[in-house]
């Protein structure tokens, strides 16, 4: 596994942009399968978007296509999402999480292959 941490989170108002970043521990983050999940209030925690650990390979949900842009630096062991013209619908707890056991240069939309987890930051968008 890698110990993630997210940060970035905040208050914007609608049409407005955050950076989120996810900072990874251990030396596995540079092969691992990247993803950002986020929870809404009574809501299921959904995939945001996915990379493959080389970076080559990404996926949107269709809600955040056009708008979010996702991207990591192995250098860094640090992943990314910027978040352009945000909406109040995007408010939620956003989820960084990594897919540690999985070799092949792939995304992943499936959160049961996820198996590292960050705790969290809270993205709030006002109308």
């Known amino acids: 596994q890698v110990q993630l941490a997210e940060s970035g989170g905040g208050l914007v108002q609608a049409g407005g942009s955050l950076r989120l970043s996810c900072a990874a521990s251990?030396?596995?983050?540079?092969?691992?399968?990247m993803g950002w999940f986020r929870q809404a209030p009574g809501k299921e925690r959904d995939l945001v978007a996915a990379?493959?650990?080389?970076?080559?390979?990404?996926y949107y949900v269709e809600s955040v296509k056009g708008r979010f842009t996702i991207s990591r630096d192995n250098a860094k062991n640090t992943m990314y999402l910027q978040m352009n013209t945000l909406k109040p619908e995007d408010t939620a707890v956003y989820y960084c999480?990594?897919?540690?056991?999985?070799?092949?240069?792939?995304?992943?939309?499936?959160?049961?292959?996820?198996?590292?987890w960050g705790p969290g930051t809270q993205v709030t968008v006002s109308s």
């Open positions: 251990g030396r596995t983050f540079s092969s691992s399968a």
């Open positions: 999480a990594g897919a540690t056991r999985i070799v092949s240069d792939m995304y992943y939309v499936n959160p049961k292959v996820y198996d590292s």
């Open positions: 990379i493959s650990w080389s970076g080559g390979s990404t």
